[in-house]
């Protein structure tokens, strides 16, 4: 009995988001590349989650609890930032979202088998049933494939697009992946759009007959399951280090600090609970893996765009520390194109796409990304692009999505052309 009851409440005090109570979110605008940097330390002195990060003279969020808020205003007065609240008080916030949340769910749930609708976030499962019947309805270019399962053992499934089964050497693969945020719900649909774009609705055959398509619209199926069912803000995977007690109170890793390219050398945190944790050691999470695995079996990836948000930025290597590869003039001239495609068919309310070097456009350093890891075993064109945020709230609106998947569809087909054209 009591038992029971002590369940309740546990139950009870987790839905009304308990763990935020107290803590802040504050919209933040650096003016120069000096205010930038001074922003990302102050971040790493007091090991901060970035919700959406600021940019020069380009608004972000960040997340602050009760400790350090005092700390975290202090700086940024000291040093000429400047701040605004976006939310006093995060419980109080989550939980109307929370309320919204449920009534948009419920009067249009996940859809489970035929067309996938952009009018609402789908579950793990409606999106890979979908990838499922795709596949069953057009064996002939293209095959789901199921390398391996999550940590806590939801598959991992992404979808081969080939005329050609992979076969033709002289065509080049683009790899399009989502979700390695489990709170970035806004970067799974440009996948599944994608999908849809290439198989069940072709407008543009060209991009089937000069390319192969690689699509995993979720890479982190256990993080975004879990930010579905609640713990909107959670960005982590969901792994347990056996026999530590840490990991069990904070759980999970940055899947995109745990790639092994100058892996955790900056821009994380050795702190298990902090949201830039990289793990234990390079790949520890097999959702990477599988990130790495794709980029190793296919020599002949010409494009790798992983999507995430908020932000409105193209980003390209090195995120590390921000210095220009070898490709640079053609990762920004390619990216220029996707940027000025999505720009022309956006929504007037989005920003302006920016496009530049990563370390430089966030004026700090990222080390173990995937995008990073991508270009150093040979992908000459790799793209972080954030998807465009409102910041209204922490959970996007699902008005915006459709928008957003057919103005990003725009920008890679854009990206696909000039790319072919410059190789
Ligand atoms: C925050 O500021 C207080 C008072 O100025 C100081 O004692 C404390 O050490 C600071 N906290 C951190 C994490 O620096
Ligand atoms: C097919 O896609 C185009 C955009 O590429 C869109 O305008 C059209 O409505 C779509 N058709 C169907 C049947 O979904």
Not at 171 to 193: A, C, N, Q
């Amino acid at each position: 009995m009591k038992v029971w009851l002590l369940g309740i409440l546990i139950v009870a005090a987790y839905a009304k988001h308990e763990e935020y109570d107290g803590w802040t979110s504050y919209y933040v605008v650096p003016y120069d590349f000096d205010q930038l940097e001074a922003f990302n330390f102050v971040v790493q002195k007091y090991d901060l989650d970035v919700y959406g990060h600021p940019a020069i003279k380009r608004e972000g969020l960040v997340l602050v609890d009760p400790a350090n808020k005092k700390n975290f205003t202090d700086a940024l007065e000291e040093l000429g930032i400047k701040y605004r609240i976006h939310t006093e008080d995060m419980k109080t916030h989550l939980n109307l979202e929370d309320q919204m949340f449920t009534d948009k769910v419920s009067a249009s749930p996940s859809r489970i088998g035929g067309r996938l609708p952009y009018n609402q976030y789908q579950s793990v499962e409606a999106i890979h049933k979908y990838m499922d019947d795709v596949a069953a309805a057009h064996p002939n270019i293209a095959r789901v494939v199921t390398p391996t399962n999550s940590f806590h053992g939801q598959p991992i499934k992404y979808m081969r697009i080939s005329t050609t089964n992979f076969q033709d050497s002289r065509k080049p693969v683009i790899f399009l992946d989502g979700g390695m945020h489990g709170r970035e719900w806004l970067s799974i649909p440009p996948v599944t759009y994608a999908i849809n774009q290439l198989v069940e609705n072709v407008t543009d055959p060209t991009l089937l007959s000069r390319f192969d398509w690689i699509l995993l619209p979720i890479v982190n199926p256990d993080g975004y399951r879990f930010s579905r069912q609640g713990s909107v803000t959670w960005r982590k995977s969901r792994s347990i280090v056996p026999g530590n007690q840490w990991s069990l109170m904070c759980p999970g890793v940055d899947i995109d600090r745990n790639f092994d390219f100058v892996w955790n050398t900056i821009g994380t945190s050795d702190n298990l609970c902090s949201y830039v944790y990289p793990g234990e050691r390079p790949f520890s999470e097999v959702e990477a893996r599988v990130v790495r695995d794709i980029l190793h079996q296919h020599r002949n990836i010409l494009m790798y765009i992983s999507f995430s948000s908020f932000g409105s930025f193209i980003m390209y290597p090195w995120a590390f520390d921000g210095s220009l590869s070898e490709h640079a003039f053609r990762q920004h001239a390619v990216g220029i194109s996707m940027a000025d495609a999505i720009n022309a068919a956006k929504h007037p309310n989005f920003l302006n796409y920016r496009v530049g070097n990563a370390g430089l456009i966030r004026g700090s350093g990222m080390a173990g990304t995937s995008v990073d890891y991508a270009h150093s075993v040979g992908v000459p064109l790799a793209y972080s692009i954030e998807l465009p945020g409102l910041f209204g709230g922490y959970w996007m609106d699902p008005i915006w999505i459709e928008q957003i998947v057919i103005e990003t569809w725009e920008g890679v087909k854009a990206g696909a052309r000039r790319a072919l054209a410059t190789n």
